[in-house]
């Protein structure tokens, strides 16, 4: 069987090879992770497949049924009631999911490759938003590879300057934001975003996503974010 751009043991697919009508990849940093979007319908279930370990994010609340696979055997089926803003993190593993509920769940979920290259350590000065600009960014949870976080900014407000490792951003509100790469402000960069749509951020384009502070200049905002540590 197989699929995709993981080998698992189990012999599955990944999930976006194996059900594209629930998954799709909605940003990407080439060599490094991709965030999935799971959207799902009530009723629909998925075919087997298999996840390397995953950070999510419940944008919306779900009510699912999931039954493990091992050895070309499903297990009995758990159901699962998941709040909105849930932000587990998942150990690799094969599974069937359904959605027994009565509205359509939505989940992101970030997926590091094989043989991704280390994040390697921060550079000197690096401040994180987390603890410059605590008032507006909230860490939901962290493993020793990657941080769950959301961003929560009114319209008109701005972050302090602050730094970033590669992430991978998902659009839960807003219309537009200003960057300032390096925090200069003679340079700010006015950026249309929109609700649902995923935007790779590697430090590798420069100070536009590593080095910067950002004004809220559109609608409130709330961008979920995945970054390496």
């Not at 751009?5 to 909605?26: H, I, R």
């Not at 509205?103 to 991704?116: D, I, Q």
């Not at 401040?127 to 990657?146: H, I, M, N, R």
Request: proline share 10%; with cysteine.
């Amino acid at each position: 069987m197989g699929g995709g751009p993981f080998a698992f043991k189990s012999g599955l697919p990944d999930c976006c090879s194996s059900n594209p009508e629930n998954y799709k990849v909605v940003a990407e940093i080439a060599g490094v992770a991709r965030l999935v979007e799971m959207c799902m319908k009530p009723g629909a279930e998925d075919k087997p497949h298999d996840h390397p370990s995953h950070s999510m994010y419940f944008a919306t609340p779900a009510k699912l049924q999931i039954q493990a696979w091992n050895d070309g055997k499903l297990s009995e089926p758990e159901i699962k009631e998941i709040p909105a803003g849930f932000a587990p993190i998942f150990p690799p593993g094969a599974h069937v999911v359904k959605n027994v509920g009565d509205a359509e769940a939505r989940v992101l979920f970030v997926e590091e490759y094989p043989n991704a290259p280390a994040a390697g350590a921060a550079a000197a000065g690096f401040v994180s938003p987390f603890d410059c600009s605590g008032d507006c960014y909230t860490k939901l949870a962290e493993d020793d590879k990657w941080v769950t976080g959301i961003l929560d900014m009114k319209s008109g407000d701005e972050d302090k300057p602050h730094n970033h490792k590669d992430h991978l951003i998902y659009v839960l509100e807003g219309t537009e934001v200003t960057i300032y790469p390096d925090c200069d402000k003679a340079q700010g960069k006015a950026i249309p975003i929109e609700k649902y749509h995923g935007i790779p951020a590697p430090v590798a384009a420069g100070p536009i996503f590593s080095n910067h502070c950002l004004k809220n200049t559109g609608g409130p905002l709330k961008l979920l974010f995945f970054e390496r540590k």
